[in-house]
Nanobody
Framework: QVQLVESGGGLVQPGGSLRLSCVAS????????MRWYRQAPGKERELVAG????????AYTDSVKGRFTIDRDNAKNTVYLQMNSLKPEDTAVYYC????????WGQGTQVTVSS
């Protein structure tokens, strides 16, 4: 069964950086695109970034372009989200997801941007 374990969240000041990790198991990792989502309190879950199966294609929502970078290491079954120049509006629970497994979500990792 698909398992996704996110980590790396925390409390950071505005302008700071965090690197999120998501370790995947239960499927052939290098055959699936991966995505990062986030959900802020009182808001719907939104797609933040995506990366293709071997990493050749990356895409970002407009609000994080130029600040966030998605990457993956297929040897480690891990997808990353490097977040720089963080803003208070980036505060949310961040989740990773494998393309093709619509009902499989990890527990998420909390990111709080506050002074």
């Amino acid at each position: 069964q698909v398992q996704l374990v996110e980590s790396g969240g925390g409390l950071v000041q505005p302008g700071g950086s965090l690197r999120l990790s998501c370790v995947a198991s239960g499927f052939t990792f290098n055959r699936h695109g991966m995505r990062w989502y986030r959900q802020a309190p009182g808001k719907e879950r939104e797609l933040v970034a995506g990366i293709s199966d071997i990493g050749g294609v990356r895409a970002y929502t407009d609000s994080v372009k130029g600040r966030f970078t998605i990457d993956r290491d297929n040897a480690k079954n891990t997808v990353y989200l490097q977040m720089n120049s963080l803003k208070p509006e980036d505060t949310a629970v961040y989740y990773c997801k494998a393309v093709g497994f619509s009902s499989s979500w990890g527990q998420g990792t909390q990111v709080t941007v506050s002074s």
